[in-house]
């Protein structure tokens, strides 16, 4: 064997997304032990940091030692037993997944489907949480299958009304646009690292409600995959009882996202959020004068995940390996019903920036010449 060489890459798919120089810095930091007073500070930081980020000053905050998808099985898992009633709504992948693992949580899973390129619908949600008590609604707030983003306050408060529980995907919202789990009074928000917060993937930020905590501690039975058991987790990440151990910590992969986090408040995040909106409409302007087409409506759109309408007669395939070779410039494909229809440029955290953008829009149309 040898040491692996990554190729030096440009991410501009739905994620991950480009690391900055010093996330990557911090990683490589001399590796402590997951009980060393000084890491213990570090993980009550990033706690603090979190709470901020979602704006959820009373929840119990934590990075999951596992991808975007184990914050969804966290929620799910921890919030549902056999023969709840959950709703959940779908605009595209990832609506998908929850639904699937709703049901291996032996869910009776009432699925509210929304056509691919449009937010959830409301009215249904309305209609299917009426139509019988449920114990959660969850939704994904930012589809980045399609680059929709739903209205995570109307469907919070519709929750609320209907006493369900929302589990809100902010798996490509945080850190891109607003998430607000005070102002939507969500229950349990989870998301990943290696999108708009620009470390690598492999970690879960997650958010718990005291409500939700309330409605795992009155479970019949007890959580049944047990890394992601959200009591034995908050022990972990120091109680009021303090610590206890659980899981050894990724300690650098830690590192990765205090230093990122860092990073973003240094910058604020309102300029943040404004940044990744100008880099989006720089973007759409360069596309529409190359000829193509967004898929979402305008009102609709997110922007740090931008559907394009792939032309007529174009090998799309193609055009990214060709972006790939001679630009070394990653985008994405379309994924279920959208493959082949489209491709999903990302502009997500330290991908969100002029370079990023001009350097996409002039690897694609060469692509396409
Ligand atoms: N939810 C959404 C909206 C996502 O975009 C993704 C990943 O792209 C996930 C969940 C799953 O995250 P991960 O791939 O980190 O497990």
Redesign the pocket.
Known sequence: MQSFQPPRRILMG??PSDVSPRVLAALARPTVGHLDPAFQDLMEEIKAALARLFNAPGHACVPLPA??????EAALMNLLEPGDRAVIAVNGV?GG?MVDMAGRAGAEVVRVDAPWGQPVDVAAVEAALASGPAKVLAF?H????TGVRSDAAALCALARRHGALSIV?C??SLGGVPVDAAAWDADVLYS?T??CLSAP?GL?PVAFSPRALEAVAARKSPVRNWLLDVSLLMSYWGGEGGRTYHHTAPINALYGLHESLVALFEEGQQAVFVRHARMHEALVAGLEALGLEMLVAPEHRLPQLNTVRIPEGVDEAAVRARMLERWDLEIGAGLGPLKGQVWRIGLMGASASPWHVRLCLTALADALS
């Open positions: 739905p994620g991808p975007g998808t184990a914050g969804m990832f997944r994904v930012a589809e980045t299958s995907d798996v490509t990943g290696q999108k993937p879960s």
